[in-house]
């Protein structure tokens, strides 16, 4: 049996699709990639030497730029590709993780008669799966709340598939790869595949105070190191995680994040008390602001706009959710945590086989 993947712009499009791509490839499946000429999918890919199809890709977005004007032409192209990469394949079933750069393939596999499923992680879905939507067999979801945007009869609430060595981490060997001292709690800090500038500013703002208390290790995207806090103790710059992400997340005490789904879903399935930084509706559609506002309205979660980013009411938030870490920790083990892998991987199965 043969499946395509397909998904990209950042790393949350493509990590959970490791999960299954390992699951499959070990039951005898051939995988093969269709992504992005540059993006992060062709290098996380890479890395797990999955056989990969560059494709044209264009973003279609909601305001003016003078990128409306060419990026139309550069999805059709991205179409062509991908249909004689389907016609060529003939994989028995397309998976999408979602990203612009999935809308040319999954039309393509409609075009070719390949059935297809899509994976839509966040609590309201964004534009380029609501392309998708009516030319796919099964829309997956990670919380059930997503159900009342989506046809009835598709969706399926399987959350996201974790990878084992994130669920298995151990706080030790976390420790042990970052020379953390054991007796000192740890402070973990990142703003996704691509850092976030205000979170990284607000750290630095108040380092000193953090240091005081935490041991800090501020994952802060490529290019992003400060070199002049390098020799600071209880610091630790990172500009990614990759294998050690796991057992880092497993040491970490509290953990500062962006409000993406798939951190956000790491978060709540590892029980690790957080607080959320989401992106703000001007330089996004608001998605990460849903997802902190469902999860902080259930308990789950505790949240900080970036317009409400200050010092004193940053520094008193991280203290309350430190202090108060075994009852949010309690609160997490309510959270229901799904066999993703498991259960994707039947339904890939069953749609492959067209039951």
């Known amino acids: 049996m043969k499946i395509l993947f397909t998904g990209g712009g950042t790393a949350g499009h493509v990590t959970p699709n490791i999960a299954l791509i390992e699951n499959l490839r070990a039951a005898g499946w051939d995988i093969v990639y269709v992504g992005s000429a540059d ?15 560059a494709i044209a890709t264009g973003k279609l977005r909601r305001y003016f730029d003078w990128r409306n004007f060419v990026d139309p032409l550069r999805i059709v192209i991205g179409f062509l590709q991908s249909l004689v990469i389907c016609v060529r394949e ?9 990203g612009f750069v999935a809308v040319p393939v999954i039309f393509a596999a409609w075009v070719a008669r390949i059935p297809a499923i899509g994976h839509e ?8 799966n609501k392309l998708c939507f009516p030319l796919l067999k099964k829309i997956c979801v990670n919380f059930a709340v997503t159900r009342r945007y989506l046809p009835e009869g598709k969706v399926v609430v399987t959350g996201t598939p974790v990878r084992e060595n994130l669920l298995g981490g151990r706080s030790d060997e976390g420790r042990r790869a970052l020379g953390l001292d054991d007796g000192k709690p740890v402070l973990l800090v990142f703003g996704g595949s691509l850092g976030a500038v205000s979170i990284n500013r607000q750290i630095r703002d108040v380092l000193d105070q953090l240091i005081a208390k935490f041991q800090v290790v501020h994952v802060v995207g490529e290019g992003n190191l400060d070199s002049s806090l390098e020799k600071i103790g209880g610091y630790r710059q990172q500009e990614f995680l990759f ?3 796991g057992d880092v997340l497993a040491a970490a005490d509290v953990i500062i994040a962006r409000a993406g789904a798939n951190s956000l879903y790491e978060l709540l399935v590892t029980r690790k008390p957080h607080i959320l930084i989401p992106l703000s509706s001007s330089v996004s559609r608001g998605d990460q602001l849903d997802n902190a506002r469902t999860f902080t309205g259930q308990g789950f979660s505790r949240m900080l706009e970036e317009s409400e980013l200050d010092n004193e009411k940053f520094l008193n938030l991280v203290d309350s959710v430190y202090d108060e870490r075994a ?14 892998v498991a259960v ?11 039951t």
């Open 39 to 53: 993006g992060i999918e062709r290098q996380i890919m890479d890395r797990i030497n999955v056989r990969y199809h």
């Open 243 to 245: 294998e050690e992400f």
């Open 121 to 128: 992680s966040d609590v309201t879905p964004g534009l380029a």
């Open 344 to 354: 994707i991987t039947d339904l890939i199965k069953a749609v492959s086989k067209g």
């Open 327 to 340: 009852a949010i920790t309690r609160k997490l083990a309510e959270f229901e945590v799904i066999d993703s």
């Open 90 to 98: 003939r994989p028995d079933v397309v998976f999408s993780k979602g």
